[in-house]
């Protein structure tokens, strides 16, 4: 089974609008952080963001903020204020607690925005 | 600044060469991995490394090694290099202290800039 599933391979959004990236994940561990990582088109990974499934308060980063509820087990992605350079891929990912620092990759969304 | 660098950011050799790819952080994060990025299998771990002379197997490390003889460096072999090597190569480290969040002990992986192997 899917550890991590990002469910949309690919998104357009119209620039300065919001966006959100959906991140369901899979754990039976209570201690685990979540990561998001963004690939634009040069081919570099950039870390985003990352939550604490301790923390008690969704992470911000800027323009960057985590939609984490983990009832439901979701980490989404929300970008305020979409501009062109923040069209890139995206992942998701997780680490478990018995994981030895390992992390566990989503198939990652295409965001594309529009001028 | 510390970082963590790559070399050669590209490569094309042929098959059955022996080629090695490099690895250089100045973190002095214990932990650095490498990975494969292929289209349509996302990033695949190909090892590991928790510390000096420590070193593990990932999901794909068939055709692959590694060595870890310090902290900053890990370099990885592809012993006779085949054409299904071909892909993007990232190297990552992380560590007890995040440089860029000091007092956060997530362990986030900060990623070199990629090789991209090309084996003909």
């Known amino acids: 089974a899917q550890k991590i599933t990002q469910t949309q391979p690919g998104m357009f959004v119209q620039e300065k609008e919001a966006v959100t990236l959906d991140c369901t994940y899979d754990?039976?561990?209570?201690?685990?952080?979540l990561f998001w990582y963004k690939q634009p088109s040069s081919g570099e990974m950039i870390f985003l963001i990352y939550q604490g499934s301790y923390d008690e308060q969704n992470a911000t980063e800027g323009r960057y903020s985590l939609n984490f509820q983990k009832a439901r087990k979701s980490a989404n992605l929300v970008i305020s204020a979409s501009q062109l350079g923040d069209s890139a891929m995206y992942f998701c990912?997780?680490?478990?607690?018995?994981?030895?620092?390992?992390?566990?990759w989503g198939a990652g969304t295409k965001l594309i925005i529009k001028p | 600044d510390a970082e963590i660098t790559q070399s050669p950011r590209h490569k094309i050799t042929e098959t059955g060469r022996q080629v090695t790819l490099a690895c250089h952080q100045t973190?002095?994060?214990?932990?650095m991995f490498w990975y494969r990025q292929d289209l349509g299998h996302g990033l695949r771990l190909i090892h590991y490394?928790?510390?000096?002379?420590?070193?593990n197997k990932g999901e794909v490390s068939d055709g692959y090694s590694v060595s870890r003889s310090n902290t900053e460096d890990l370099p990885l072999t592809l012993e006779s290099a085949a054409s299904s090597q071909t892909s993007v190569y990232f190297c990552?480290?992380?560590?007890?202290?995040?440089?860029?969040?000091?007092?956060?002990?997530?362990?986030?992986?900060?990623f070199g800039p990629g090789t991209r192997l090309t084996v003909l």
């Open positions: 990912a997780m680490r478990e607690a018995d994981s030895n620092y390992q992390l566990i």
């Open positions: 490394s928790y510390g000096v002379q420590d070193t």
């Open positions: 754990t039976s561990d209570q201690s685990y952080g």
């Open positions: 973190w002095n994060h214990n932990n």
């Open positions: 990552a480290s992380s560590g007890g202290i995040d440089p860029y969040r000091p007092g956060q002990g997530s362990h986030t992986q900060y």
